[in-house]
Antibody
Framework: QVQLVQSGAEVKNPGASVKVSCKAS????????IHWVRQAPGQSLEWMGW????????KYSQKFQGRVTITRDTSASTAYMELSSLRSEDTAVYHC??????????WGRGTTVTVSS | DIQMTQSPSSLSASVGDRVTITCRAS??????LAWYQQKPGKAPKLLLF???KLDSGVPSRFSGSGSGTDYTLSISSLQPEDFATYYC??????????FGGGTKVEIK
């Protein structure tokens, strides 16, 4: 079945960067977009961007433009989300999800990123 | 960006009750709406897309309707496993995809 396995929890200092991975299996990696969505403690879901698994084209939320980079390695069926200039407000669970360009029908379990000095 | 407003933010209901959750978009989204269910500590799960189409494996007690700016998610007979938080998400005008604030369904 389709699975998305994310990398482990991270603790970072303010100003640092974090790179989270999302390894896909059970489907053709290049046939779907991979989205990144985050959820701060007790808050709603916030879309960050996506990468087209086939073309590698990306779309980002304006809120994160300039701070987020989404990449993929088709040979490893893995997508990556890097967020830079971390601040305490970036403390959240970061999920990857696959689908078309519009919604996500399979999600990863999430990666907790804690930003604290 | 299109803003999505859900109501209520929480509700209490009993097993067997009919439950309705509303999602209002800041402008028309022509049925470009998905609904998700999320349980504590878990990833969201897609329930419906295109406002009213059930995702594979989703029980038929879940249904969606609406048009223009106003949409609803209904659960015809609430089951114990349905106690969770529900989110709507628009995909009419992207980027960004935007989510509602969530509705927590609790046991009465």
């Amino acid at each position: 079945q389709v699975q998305l396995v994310q990398s482990g929890a991270e603790v970072k200092n303010p100003g640092a960067s974090v790179k989270v991975s999302c390894k896909a299996s059970g489907y053709t990696f290049t046939s779907n977009a991979i989205h990144w969505v985050r959820q701060a403690p007790g808050q709603s879901l916030e879309w960050m961007g996506w990468i087209d698994g086939g073309s590698g084209n990306t779309k980002y939320s304006q809120k994160f433009q300039g701070r987020v980079t989404i990449t993929r390695d088709t040979s490893a069926s893995t997508a990556y989300m890097e967020l830079s200039s971390l601040r305490s407000e970036d403390t959240a669970v970061y999920h990857c999800g696959i689908g078309g360009h519009y919604f996500m029908d399979v999600w990863g379990r999430g990666t907790t990123v804690t930003v604290s000095s | 960006d299109i803003q999505m407003t859900q109501s209520p933010s929480s509700l209490s209901a009993s097993v067997g009750d009919r439950v309705t959750i509303t999602c209002r978009a800041s402008r028309g989204i022509t049925n470009s709406l998905a609904w998700y269910q999320q349980k504590p500590g878990k990833a969201p799960k897609l329930l419906l897309f295109a406002a009213s189409k059930l995702d594979s494996g989703v029980p038929s007690r879940f249904s969606g309707s609406g048009s223009g700016t106003d949409y609803t998610l209904s659960i015809s007979s609430l089951q114990p496993e349905d106690f969770a938080t529900y989110y709507c998400q628009q995909y009419y005008s992207i980027p960004p995809l935007t989510f509602g604030g969530g509705t927590k369904v609790e046991i009465k």
